[in-house]
């Protein structure tokens, strides 16, 4: 077997592999019941916005961790001072992460030292508490490392609680991931009305026994449901990590619902042992800082069970006795983000996604075609195969499908065609040299791959970005297209490349047969001069721009929850008109809540603003609810976006971050594998097309959310890809003809590469367009600008990129300087010339 059979056969077994892998998304059941269960369950998970679920973002409440800490350090500590005689008054301890204390006699400050060392207490101790002496006051605080250490033990156990407390609750299949530093997302698939889960996760569960005590001097007060003061030993008598079952019950006393509960032995020994002690006294069962319950002791409890009894409905009894069983969590969790999709609009998404996917695909291997024939059939099978690739490894690495992953592979399909085209123009300009089959072929292909190599790596610099700092949904469509340019890459120098190859087997000295549409006819033959317009091209280019930022600050971008924070809530409200909806809201003062008619009839969509900073108490999407099922008991909620002032100003931030870092990368790959004017002008345009973009978005006032962020970025890979193309060109321009007048190699850069230009941005578009025809609001905030881009980033190709580094080029030229640093075989030369 020669060479060409051995990589054939690799090429081959790959993309067998990566079929097969796809192929369990597409077999009917009753195939897929005879085939082994770890096969059938290599498929991709539908996200929530296609199957329907809710997903709430969990922030962990660090001043808690750190202040409970501290005290318990302090507390500590100043007990063994007490036991030492060793006197001091308690100082100024309102500031959140550090404790105080004013020592009478300073010369005592050794002893403390030492107490607090025999306490393991210092810096140097597993707690991580340094303790200084100012003046005559000792502070006491938390070490960074030691904040993050705890930090992370907090939300690892905190992770552990929260799984254990779902998977009680019988959910099918919840997902818990951690989030940051500080957080935890948790989707639940099918989950419509997330209240209930809310409650369990926003609970605590931190439970202890406390005996009361005569007197409030030195107690804790600690109010029951009914609001009745307890006064209570500070110190815990027995800790509730001690409970290791607990059920909810009927008393058989009073009929009413209970938790009955088990200690593990060591408990049951000390809850024995102190109630024969503490016969006619008070204890009180305490339960995340409120009295459940607070019997008489009457006699020894002995066996480790006891009973809690506190006004519970049975749906309470059952939520704390699981709580206790699954153990209290270590920090408490606040709700900082809700979204909740329901299962109609999943499936409605599921259908549009599938139905332009479609249509797309299906416009874009038309047009391959008709422009190119047998030869464009080829580039069709390799964009068939890329597809089903990109499928395989999503389900290989369990990936999750969701309405951004689909517009992403939509993309995708119209990005990877531009290998072929480059591919197939390479070798259409060689076979117009006179050049044989076979030698146009190779040389079509290897003039090709640097030029796709270039900008799919400047691309895949923007989607990497989109991975990084996007929540789920954008990294979905971020690991699509970084997918489908590595499938489109190895399926164009693999899979087209053999069947060119096949097809001009044995014709290798003939003419290159070039079919289907050969629009060379209407081409121009000669260099067009497109800089001759390059001043004013230039000056209506900026002049959009500058609208375009007066259009930013006026009207504005229309800004979704993702960056303002607060409630956007779809309603179904059948028979309901708008005025009869504001009434019933505003007679409930819920506050200011924006309503608009939305989608077809009796659909609206509500509003409301973080007000004061303040993130909308998780009770305001309730008492929405309640009251307008209240004035229509028909209405529905298909979709609940809730986020925190926290959470949308980090994504804020992190969105520009995003956009800084994407072009920074992109100017230091392009200063490295071109020259520094290179990098320049390829920035300065795609700047000019990002303003335009976003002026785009304020005129039409599409919302501009986590979506819309996607679609910047998507456009950054996209223009730049455009450019690098254009560039590569003149870079090879310059390598043959150095001397060769700059503007007159510009112009035969870009009308050499006007055909591929043109192919790339029909193909990208016709790709986008049934998604920004029928794709509907859930993805307008990417389809709709990604077709603006388009357009606006094909222009600036030809009519601003190659002007901008025409003028810098000139420039470097007058500094004497060259336009591109020697290659390690120019350098070799040089060297084998000296003396």
């Known amino acids: 077997m020669n060479v060409f059979s051995m990589r054939a056969f690799g090429y081959v077994l790959i993309m067998l592999l990566g079929l097969l892998s796809a192929a369990p998304n597409l077999l009917p059941t009753s195939v897929a019941n005879k085939l082994p269960d770890w096969y059938n369950h290599n498929t991709l998970a539908l996200g929530l916005d296609l199957q329907g679920g809710s997903h709430l973002l969990l922030e962990a409440d660090t001043q808690a961790l750190f202040k409970q800490q501290l005290d318990d350090a302090s507390d500590q500590l100043l007990s063994a001072l007490r036991e030492q005689h060793i006197r001091y008054s308690r100082g100024d301890n309102n500031q959140p992460q550090q404790r105080s204390f004013v020592l009478k006699d300073v010369s005592q400050w050794p002893q403390v030292a030492k107490q607090a060392a025999s306490l393991n207490l210092l810096n140097n101790g597993r707690s991580g508490i340094s303790l200084e002496l100012q003046g005559n006051k000792v502070v006491m605080q938390l070490s960074e490392a030691f904040q993050q250490a705890l930090l992370k033990d907090a939300i690892d156990r905190s992770l552990d609680v929260v799984r254990k407390r779902l998977n009680e609750t019988g959910l099918t299949e919840p997902s818990i991931t951690r989030q940051g530093k500080d957080a935890i997302l948790v989707q639940m698939p099918g989950v419509s009305d997330p209240q209930q889960i809310k409650a369990l996760l926003g609970t605590t569960a931190q439970m202890s026994f406390h005996w009361q005590q005569p007197s409030p001097s030195g107690a804790i007060m600690v109010k029951d449901r009914q609001g009745m003061p307890y006064f209570l030993e500070t110190r815990v008598a027995l800790e509730g990590t001690h409970i290791v079952d607990a059920q909810a019950a009927f008393s058989q006393e009073s009929g009413q619902p209970v938790v009955n509960f088990k200690l593990d032995s060591q408990g049951a020994k000390l809850f024995g042992d102190m109630t024969k002690s503490n016969i006619g006294r008070v204890l009180a069962i305490v339960l995340d800082d409120e009295v459940v319950t607070a019997p008489v002791i009457r006699s020894a409890i002995p066996g480790g069970r006891g009973e809690i009894s506190g006004s519970f409905t049975m749906a309470e009894a059952h939520d704390v006795a699981l709580m206790l069983r699954t153990g209290a969590l270590p920090v408490p969790l606040t709700v900082v983000e809700e979204r909740t999709v329901g299962p109609d609009l999943g499936s409605d998404a599921i259908q549009m996604g599938v139905t332009t996917g479609i249509l797309g695909a299906a416009l874009v291997l038309v047009y391959m075609l008709v422009a190119y024939g047998g030869w464009g059939l080829i580039a069709c099978v390799g964009l068939s195969v890329n597809i089903g690739l990109v499928f395989g490894l999503l389900s290989l690495f369990g990936a999750t499908l969701t309405l951004p992953g689909i517009a992403g592979l939509i993309l995708t399909i119209g990005m990877a065609v531009d290998a072929n085209i480059l591919i197939n123009e390479r070798i259409k300009e060689e076979t117009r040299k006179g050049r044989p089959a076979g030698i146009a072929l190779k040389a079509g292909f290897d003039k090709a791959f640097a030029t796709i190599i270039d900008s799919n790596f400047t691309t895949l610099i923007a989607v990497s970005l989109l991975f990084m700092f996007g929540s789920g949904p954008v990294k979905g469509f971020a690991v699509t297209i970084a997918l489908g340019l590595l499938t489109s890459l190895f399926t164009s120098v693999s899979l087209t490349r053999l069947l060119m190859q096949w097809r001009v087997k044995g014709k290798e000295r003939q003419p290159m047969p070039m079919g289907g549409l050969d629009i060379s006819r209407w081409m121009p033959k000669k260099e067009v001069n497109f800089l001759r317009g390059k001043v004013p091209a230039l000056c209506v280019s900026v002049a959009l721009t500058l609208l375009s930022i007066g259009l930013f600050f006026k009207p504005g971008l229309h800004y979704g929850v993702d960056f303002t924070g607060g409630i956007m809530m779809e309603v179904h409200a059948p028979g309901m008109a708008v005025d009869d909806l504001r009434s019933a809201i505003e007679r409930q003062g819920l506050g200011e809540i924006a309503i608009q008619e939305y989608g077809a009839e009796h659909e609206f969509l509500l509003r409301a603003a973080n007000n004061g900073g303040d993130s909308p108490a998780p009770k305001v999407v309730e008492q929405l609810k309640a009251t307008i099922v209240a004035a229509n008991a028909d209405a529905s909620f298909p979709k609940v976006d809730v986020v925190g002032p926290k959470v949308s100003g980090e994504f804020a931030d992190l969105s520009i971050l995003a956009l800084l870092i994407a072009g920074g990368g992109m100017l230091v790959y392009l200063w490295l594998r071109f020259e520094a004017h290179f990098a320049v002008a390829a920035l300065a345009t795609i700047g000019l097309d990002l303003t335009k973009t976003i002026g ?120 004497g300087k060259p336009q591109l640093r020697p290659t390690a075989e120019e350098i070799q030369q040089e060297l084998a010339h000296l003396p």
């Open 696 to 815: 785009f978005f304020a005129l039409t006032g599409i919302e501009f959310n986590l979506t819309a962020v996607a679609a910047l970025l998507a456009l950054l890979g996209y223009s730049i890809n455009d450019k690098v193309v254009v560039f590569d060109r003149v870079r090879e321009l310059f390598r043959l003809e150095p001397e060769a007048d700059i503007d007159s190699l510009m112009n035969r850069a870009v009308t050499s590469t006007l055909t591929r230009t043109l192919y790339t941005s029909v193909t990208t578009f016709l790709a986008l367009l049934p998604m920004g025809i029928a794709g509907g609001d859930a993805v307008n905030s990417f389809a709709l600008p990604m077709l603006f881009a388009v357009v606006i980033g094909t222009s600036s190709t030809i009519f601003i990129a190659t002007p901008i580094l025409s003028i810098l080029s000139k420039r470097r030229a007058a500094k």
